[in-house]
């Protein structure tokens, strides 16, 4: 089993939809949570990062983190053709870890 | 731009070839990190430096071999590669090691073919 699960899409949605994109895990060590977005040719990009449980909001794009259920979601509300990449949730524990362990990105394509 | 640069983009190279990519960043962080990105896979860590020291290895083949001269630089050496190393090899830094809160910033990626 995978320690982050992630599916690789693509998901594609009409202009202005509202995203939902998700990971579990299964490591409950896991304290901090990142979505990273990766256009196509570029490295990824931090967008978001939640520490814990809990919801996060920033602009258009909310995280919400469900440690019980090992869930991480990233919403993006309005969704524009500029949305349109990769999505990389990424965790990492407390302490004592070095890297971040990642999943294999969710492929976005927002139709205009 | 994320500050952190890498060269070349692209490079294609024969099994028996010696090549090296280069990450430099201009963030002053004092940690540097190697992933190898596959299609449809997770980002595979493959090398960690702080302050220059290689802190995790993760289990890389030898035909890998990273040198970091300087807090702002990290080499990745390539020779005699198999063409399932065909990837983009990603470079990040973030300021310190300490934690799991420590931001990742990553550079455009070398899109390395084998053949």
């Known amino acids: 089993q995978k320690e982050v699960e992630q599916d690789p899409g693509p998901l594609s949605v009409p202009e202005g939809a509202i995203v939902s994109l998700n990971c579990t895990y299964s490591n409950s060590a896991f304290q901090y949570f990142m979505w990273y977005r990766q256009y196509s040719r570029k490295g990824p990009e931090l967008l978001m990062y939640?520490?814990?449980?809990g919801n996060k909001e920033d602009g258009r794009f909310t995280a919400q983190v469900d440690k019980s259920s090992k869930y991480i979601s990233l919403f993006i509300r309005d969704s524009q053709p500029s949305d349109s990449a990769t999505y990389l949730c990424?965790?990492?524990?407390?302490?004592?870890?070095?890297?971040?362990?990642f999943g294999s990105g969710t492929r976005l394509q927002v139709q205009p | 731009e994320t500050g952190v640069t890498q060269t070349p983009r692209h490079l294609v190279m024969g099994m028996t070839n010696k090549k090296s990519l280069k990450c430099e960043q201009h963030?002053?962080?004092?940690?540097m990190y190697w992933y190898k990105q596959s299609a449809k896979k997770p980002l595979e860590l493959m090398f960690v430096y702080s302050l220059e020291e290689r802190v995790e290895n993760n289990s890389v083949p030898s035909r890998f071999s990273p040198e970091c001269p300087n807090s702002s630089h990290l080499f990745l050496h390539l020779h005699t590669l198999q063409p399932e190393d065909s990837a983009l090899y990603l470079c990040a830094s973030s300021q310190d090691l300490a934690g799991g809160s420590d931001t990742q910033y990553f550079g455009p990626g070398t899109r390395l073919t084998v053949l």
């Open positions: 939640t520490y814990s449980s």
């Open positions: 963030l002053g962080h004092n940690a």
């Open positions: 990424a965790m990492s524990v407390d302490t004592g870890r070095r890297a971040l362990t």
